[in-house]
C-alpha cells in the first residue's frame, strides 16, 4: 500500500497532465449574490460551524470482518493529499448542509486511488442521458470536464428517487432563510436611514395642497436619518413613537433560530440560542447532545463513511467513533469501565484504547489482557 509522499507525487502528475482546462470564464456560474448567501446569517454560519467541528473531529477507525483493526490506511489518514482530513471532512459537511449535496473527484493512478478532492457543488452540474430514472445513465461536468460515477462520488443528503441532485437542510429552509435576510435587512434599514422615522408635519395655519406636497418633497429629498431637516416657521414634526420592542425584532430573531436550528438538527443549547420555557440541566443537555448525534450527526457520518469504504478493500470498512462524542463524566464512565472489565466483555488495553492510552506492556509470564 503506497504511503502519503507516494500518493501525494502521484497526485501532482495527475493534476499537472491529465485534464484540459478551458476558459474558465466560458464555465464559471454567474457571481453569487452575497446578500442571498445563507452563512451570512449568523444562525446558519453558528450551525454549519457546529456540524462541522462536531463531525470532523471525530477519530475513525478501520474494521474487517466486524472486528477492529489497531491502524487506519493512508488514503483514510488524509483523502485529499492537499489538504487535512478535518478540512476535507468540513467541506463534505457544508456542501451537504447548505446545498444538500457533495461531489468527490476520485485520481487514479494505475488503477489505484491515490487522492479524493470535494468540489464545490455549485459548479457542479449533473445529467441523465436516458430517460430511465431508475437506471440513469449518468454525467457529471465540472468546469468542462465530464466525469462518471467511476470518477465521482455523488452525495446527497436527502435523496428523493427520480431527482438528480440532493436537498439540504438549508436549501429546504428557503423561506425561513428570506424571512431572516429580509428581517436582518430591514433591521439595518431602520437604524441607517429615515424608514425609522415615522411621524407627520404639522401646522396652525391653513395651507394648500400644492403647499403641502413641496413640504412633504423637501422632507423626503434625503433618505438618511442622519441628515438634518429644515422646517418651515409654521410646520413642526410630530413623531409617532415606534420602538424596536413593537417591531418584535427580538422575537422575530428569536422565532428564525429556532426554525433554522430545527432544521438543521442541531439542539437550541449548542446554537447558544435560548428556548423560552426551557429548564436545561447537566441531564437534558446530555441526552441533547446524544439524539444530536444519533438523528444529525449520523446522516452526515453515513455519507463520508461510503466514500471512506469505496477507497477500502474489500471486507475493510471505515467508521466514525462515536463513543468519544458520549463520554459521560468521569466517575460514570470508571464504573461502566469497571462492571465491563468484571463482566469479562472487555479487556484493560481495550478500555485504554477507549480512553486514548496505549496499551499496558505484557509482562513475560501474565497476560495483560486479561
Avoid at 500500500?1 to 495527475?14: G, H, P, Q, S
Avoid at 460551524?49 to 477492529?68: D, F, M, N
Avoid at 476535507?88 to 486511488?113: K, P, Y
Wanted: hydrophobic content about 40%; aromatic content about 8%.
Amino acid at each position: 500500500m503506497m504511503n502519503l509522499t507516494d500518493r501525494a507525487r502521484i497526485a501532482w502528475r495527475l493534476l499537472t497532465r491529465g485534464e484540459t482546462t478551458p476558459s474558465i470564464a466560458a464555465v464559471m456560474p454567474p457571481p453569487r449574490d452575497t446578500n442571498s448567501d445563507p452563512l451570512t446569517l449568523s444562525t446558519v454560519f453558528r450551525g454549519v460551524q457546529v456540524l462541522q467541528t462536531a463531525l470532523s473531529s471525530l477519530p475513525i477507525y478501520e474494521a474487517k470482518g466486524g472486528l477492529r483493526l489497531d491502524s487506519v490506511s493512508a488514503i483514510i489518514e488524509q483523502p485529499d493529499v492537499n489538504r487535512s482530513r478535518r478540512d476535507w471532512i468540513a467541506d463534505i459537511v457544508a456542501s451537504l448542509a447548505i446545498d444538500g449535496n457533495a461531489f468527490i473527484r476520485l485520481r487514479r493512478f494505475g488503477g489505484t486511488i491515490v487522492s479524493c478532492e470535494v468540489l464545490p457543488p455549485s459548479y457542479v452540474t449533473v445529467r441523465n442521458r436516458n430517460n430511465d430514472y431508475a437506471a440513469p445513465d449518468l454525467v457529471y461536468t465540472y468546469l468542462g470536464n465530464e466525469y462518471t460515477p467511476n470518477d465521482l462520488v455523488h452525495l446527497k443528503f436527502v435523496n428523493v428517487a427520480g431527482q438528480l441532485r440532493g436537498h439540504g437542510p438549508i436549501s429546504a429552509a428557503r423561506e425561513e432563510i428570506t424571512s431572516a435576510q429580509m428581517a436582518k435587512a430591514y433591521k439595518a434599514k431602520f437604524y441607517s436611514d429615515s424608514s425609522n422615522l415615522k411621524g407627520y408635519l404639522s401646522t396652525d395655519n391653513k395651507i394648500t395642497k400644492d403647499v403641502a406636497d413641496q413640504a412633504k418633497a423637501a422632507w423626503t429629498s434625503t433618505g438618511d436619518a442622519a441628515d438634518i431637516k429644515v422646517l418651515g416657521s409654521s410646520l413642526k414634526y410630530v413623531p409617532l413613537d415606534l420602538k424596536p420592542a413593537d417591531l418584535q425584532f427580538l422575537e422575530s430573531q428569536k422565532f428564525d433560530t429556532t426554525q433554522i436550528a430545527r432544521l438543521l438538527g442541531i439542539p437550541a443549547s449548542i446554537m447558544l440560542a435560548a428556548v423560552d420555557g426551557s429548564n436545561l440541566t447537566y441531564s437534558n443537555i446530555e441526552q441533547s447532545w446524544i439524539e444530536f448525534a444519533d438523528y444529525t450527526l449520523a446522516a452526515y457520518a453515513g455519507e463520508i463513511e461510503e466514500v471512506f469504504n469505496r477507497l477500502l478493500p474489500r471486507g475493510r470498512t471505515a467508521h466514525f467513533d462515536w463513543d468519544s462524542s458520549r463520554r459521560t463524566d468521569l466517575a460514570d464512565r470508571y464504573n461502566a469501565w469497571s462492571t465491563a472489565l468484571s463482566a469479562g466483555f472487555m479487556t484493560i488495553n481495550e478500555i485504554r484504547a477507549r480512553e486514548g492510552y496505549a496499551p499496558l506492556a505484557k509482562k513475560e509470564g501474565t497476560d495483560n489482557d486479561a
